[in-house]
């Protein structure tokens, strides 16, 4: 078979269709902007992912990934402190903070039980919630896992092992997306939903 490429640039094609969203066609055509902006564009792109693979960091508070410890999160002064946010992956932290409607902090698991998959508590940043809890100043705990069986398991589960320390456990609503319409939600979500419901004000 013909190749249009060396090997070199075939490589670098390879690695880029390795991250999430990108099939081998788009990384195909992100490798090619690149080569065609070399100076603008892969160059200084090659010099900060050199950096940020020297520097990046998890932190030791809240599992954050960064390039400093404590995180850019937890060194924040201004966050409410009473308050801690508890996600499934550091996708989900990033998601919520690019919300701003959360101020406290944040305690990212690493996942979520799973029998099927042999992930038990030991095998989570369990440990380190029930750690900054005990410490002491914490009035709330929200769950933000995801609407799964898994997440709901280790919701109930956290609930369980945070009920003796006499914080307040919240979990995030599930149901009605705004600009939801209902004909096109599936049923879970309306179940959710009206398992849920409040009264109007």
């Not at 990934?65 to 946010?85: E, K, N």
């Not at 809890?133 to 945070?162: C, F, K, M, P």
């Not at 599930?174 to 096109?184: A, K, N, R, S």
Request: glycine letters at 10%; aromatic letters at 2%; hydrophobic letters at 40%.
């Amino acid at each position: 078979m013909p190749r249009s490429h060396g090997a070199d640039i075939d490589g670098l094609i390879q690695l880029l269709s390795r991250l999430p969203g990108l099939g081998p066609r788009s990384a195909k055509r992100a490798a090619l902007q690149m080569l065609k902006k070399k100076d603008s564009v892969m160059v200084p792109l090659a010099r900060a992912l050199a950096d940020v693979a020297e520097r990046v960091v998890t932190c030791t508070t809240c599992g954050n990934i960064d390039t400093h410890d404590p995180c850019h999160v937890c060194a924040d002064a201004r966050r409410d402190r009473a308050t801690i946010c508890v996600v499934e992956d550091v996708a989900d932290l990033w998601a919520l903070d690019r919300s701003e409607s959360f101020r406290g902090l944040y305690h990212v698991l690493g996942g979520t039980l799973s029998a099927l998959d042999g992930v038990g508590p030991e095998d989570l940043n369990i440990a380190g919630l029930l750690a900054r809890v005990d410490a002491g100043g914490i009035g709330e705990v929200i769950l933000a896992l995801n609407a799964t069986v898994d997440g709901q398991t280790t919701s109930h589960y956290l609930a369980e092992r945070l009920k003796a320390s006499g914080v307040k456990v919240t979990a995030l609503a599930h149901g009605v997306p705004v600009g939801g319409e209902l004909d096109y939600l599936d049923d879970g979500t309306l179940a959710a939903a009206l398992r849920a419901r409040g009264s109007v004000e």
